[in-house]
């Protein structure tokens, strides 16, 4: 079992180059290096030429994510030939809507010479990525699709709905919910939208509860204030660790062999819970290994 904690993954706007030297000091999971939404029109190129070279240095660990400029714009075909070349742990590509955009840009990188290890995340964030959110996420069957990840975007979701983000979400929960099940359904993680008031760290918390609590592996970010919240709540707790350790252990006795269900401390469980408890203890063992 491969899996990486992906808590609090960051978003680092492209064209500053101060804040990209930083990155590699931040305590985030990922790191994704925005040429898109946070960078103006007349500084795309700038910023293009930055984050590839950037992509290229030593992040510790970190995953690196290049988010690039969507494929009908003047300036997504060549993002896209160039983080294929910067070689980082994954393109995010925005605004799919269908598979075919995921296996179109699967191609294209490639074709231009993308290492086996360059995944592809795909974000969600408009009416046709939730109506079309299983089809996106059934790709991952692929393995040519490279599709590791789908990532919310609940602004532009937003916009293009005209609901509005109000605290507790509830316009957007079923919309979460959705795409959560898509993701699981084929085996696939699935990030968080980003909070967009950054003094209200009570509020970033609770809504942190609740992506964790509906399944979310964890969130973006858009200021490094919000990292310590998210990775303390979106890691499992030590009691968590423990009861998955006594879970395993349980199963391993001898007298359990071959039993779908035994009782622990006054509790049934089943494999199924098994399964659950070497998840957590392999991203618990991941994350101890960042520190």
């Known amino acids: 079992m491969f899996t990486r904690p992906r808590r609090s993954v960051l978003y680092m706007p492209g064209s500053n180059a101060k804040a990209l030297a930083k990155a590699a000091t931040l305590p985030a999971d990922a790191l994704i290096l925005d040429l898109e939404d946070s960078v103006a029109p007349d500084s795309k190129e700038t910023a293009r030429a930055q984050v590839m070279e950037a992509a290229k240095g030593d992040f510790g660990g970190r995953e690196v994510v290049i988010r690039v400029n969507g494929q009908h714009t003047p300036w997504g075909p060549d993002d896209l030939i160039a983080a294929a070349a910067a070689g980082p742990d994954a393109v995010l590509l925005p605004k799919v809507e269908d ?15 993308a290492p086996e290890k360059t995944r592809i995340w795909a974000m969600m964030e408009t009416p046709n990525a ?4 299983g089809q996106i996420a059934a790709v991952a069957a692929d393995s040519a699709s490279r599709l590791a990840v789908l990532v919310m975007g ?19 929960l079923a919309w979460l919910s959705n795409c959560v099940v898509a993701a699981r359904a084929h085996r696939i993680d699935i990030i968080d939208g980003v909070f967009n008031d950054i003094k209200d760290l009570a509020g970033f918390r609770a809504e942190c509860l609740q992506g964790r609590d509906m399944g979310l592996d964890g969130k973006t970010l858009i200021h490094p204030s919000q990292i310590d919240i998210c990775n303390e709540l979106f890691a499992p707790s030590s009691e968590e660790v423990a ?9 391993a006795q001898p007298e359990n062999t071959g039993k779908g269900a035994i009782q622990l401390n006054g509790k049934m469980v089943e494999l199924l819970h098994a399964d659950m408890a070497r998840r957590t203890l392999t991203i618990a063992e991941a994350i101890a290994a960042r520190v």
């Open 99 to 113: 598979a075919g955009a995921i296996m179109l840009a699967a191609r294209l990188i490639r074709e231009n010479g």
């Open 130 to 133: 939730i109506l079309n959110a």
């Open 154 to 172: 609940l602004n532009d979701l937003a916009k293009e709905t005209r609901a509005r983000l109000t605290p507790g979400r509830a316009t957007m």
């Open 243 to 251: 009861g998955a350790r006594a879970i395993i252990e349980a199963f």
